[in-house]
């Protein structure tokens, strides 16, 4: 008796803990590497199992000579197995700093538009636990806490698309040998071998140093655990020690040194989940954050950070948004349709011609703001209609409803699940 297929077995296994009945189509992402060789042959066992219906994608960055080449030869594969195939052209990126990394996003842009296209819920990815164990080797060497060192996701979201990895627990060389038995050689890409690039440099150092993949991707997601119990823990005391206040957030005074005292990693956590969720910046660098968590406090002076307010006040410590670090004005749709601004506010009313929705700023003078019990600060970053000669309409959160509802995207205790990087 033949052994089990480990790739259409992972395939199968991730499926099923999200969906009780598999989908009805689902995309993969072939490079034409091995890993993601392996992976079509797996997914098209698996499909023709359940019955789903799959079709490949290839992203061409445009940073080879031999790229495009490379993307027929996996169409070619594809029409000889009967896989529908597209080729997804990236022609925005140029040599320089960061070159993976802005690869990476323009990769995943591609593969959501690609999806949403097709009508695919589901995108799945070649990322093995050697990818897991270099992404964690690379964390050891820049000095990151455990969010940097946790293995990536099986599930990633990315608007309305789920990118799965279900080879997370199989290693490269394994895949190797699914290849191997089948009679396939894949594509090497020439970069692999190019140590300019950090995860390059890491795999030969891994190698050198005979380090086993597939335990340090044990490692990873024992981190992972941990990293998801820390962050069930930040949850919890945010349902305790911070109010949610029309888009500002309080956190508790008392709250503040007992945390600091006892559970500073967790007072950290809440300080940055709530810089994240109000002004949505990337990451402030350890030593401002340092710099914040010793100064925080009912009596601090007001300081800016990552787009955000801070300042001590008798009810506690409030998070604003800061003016300045606002989004511009958008054009409000003229048939009344909502939209969103700042990436927190879904804003919607009467249409007009050149209306636009902006920060309230020092037009906060022109409204009622006193009788809202929000400060003044907050209320200048808050969302105003203007008609197109500058003229205000409204500024709902400052007393000025004039028929536009203003509501939050999403409340901050649901931006406090635990996730984890992309990955390359």
Aim: charged letters at 25%; glycine letters at 10%.
């Amino acid at each position: 008796m033949a052994a089990p297929d480990p790739g259409k077995a992972a395939i199968d296994r991730l499926i099923r803990s999200r969906y009780d009945t598999p989908p009805s189509a689902i995309g993969i992402a072939v490079s034409g590497g091995g890993d993601s060789t392996a992976l079509l042959l797996a997914a098209l066992d698996w499909a023709k199992a359940t019955g789903t219906a799959i079709t490949a994608a290839t992203v061409d960055h445009g940073l080879r000579a031999g790229s495009a080449e490379e993307a027929t030869q996996v169409a070619a594969l594809c029409g000889r197995l009967g896989i529908g195939h597209s080729t997804l052209t990236v022609d925005t990126l140029i040599d320089g700093p960061a070159l993976q990394a802005r690869a990476r996003d323009a990769r995943y842009a591609a593969l959501v538009r690609w999806a949403k296209a097709a009508n695919l819920p589901v995108v799945l990815l070649g990322h093995t636990a050697d990818d897991v164990a270099e992404t964690l080797v690379m964390g050891l060497r820049r000095g990151v806490g455990i969010d940097g060192l946790a293995a990536i996701p099986e599930w990633r979201d990315i608007g309305p698309v789920v990118f799965g990895r279900p080879f997370l627990d199989l290693t490269r060389a394994a895949l190797r040998e699914m290849l191997d038995a089948r009679g396939i050689t894949a594509i090497e890409d020439p970069s692999n071998d190019d140590e300019r690039f950090e995860r390059v440099a890491v795999r030969k150092a891994m190698a050198t140093l005979d380090l086993d993949p597939l335990m340090l991707a044990r490692s990873a997601a024992r981190l992972r655990e941990a990293r998801q119990s820390l962050a069930r823990r930040t949850a919890d005391l945010a349902l305790r020690v911070v109010t949610e206040d029309r888009g500002d957030l309080i956190l508790a005074p008392d709250a503040v040194e007992d945390l600091r005292t006892r559970e500073p990693e967790q007072l950290r956590r809440l300080i940055l989940a709530a810089l994240a969720w109000i002004g949505g910046a990337a990451m402030p660098r350890d030593a401002e954050q340092s710099r914040l968590l010793a100064a925080i406090g009912p009596d601090m002076a007001a300081v800016t950070l990552a787009g955000c307010l801070i300042r001590g006040t008798a009810e506690g410590i409030c998070f604003a948004r800061e003016t300045s670090a606002c989004a511009g004005p958008m054009v409000l749709p003229a048939t009344g349709k909502g939209v969103l601004w700042d990436g927190r506010w879904r804003i919607a009313g009467p249409g007009g011609k050149g209306r636009t929705v902006g920060a309230l700023g020092d037009d906060v003078t022109k409204v009622p703001w006193r009788n809202t019990g929000l400060p003044r600060w907050s209320l200048m970053s808050s969302p105003a209609v203007r008609a197109a000669d500058g003229t205000l309409i409204s500024a709902p959160l400052a007393g000025l409803a004039a028929g536009y509802d203003l509501r939050l995207a999403r409340p901050f205790s649901a931006t406090l699940r635990p996730c984890g990087p992309l990955g390359d």
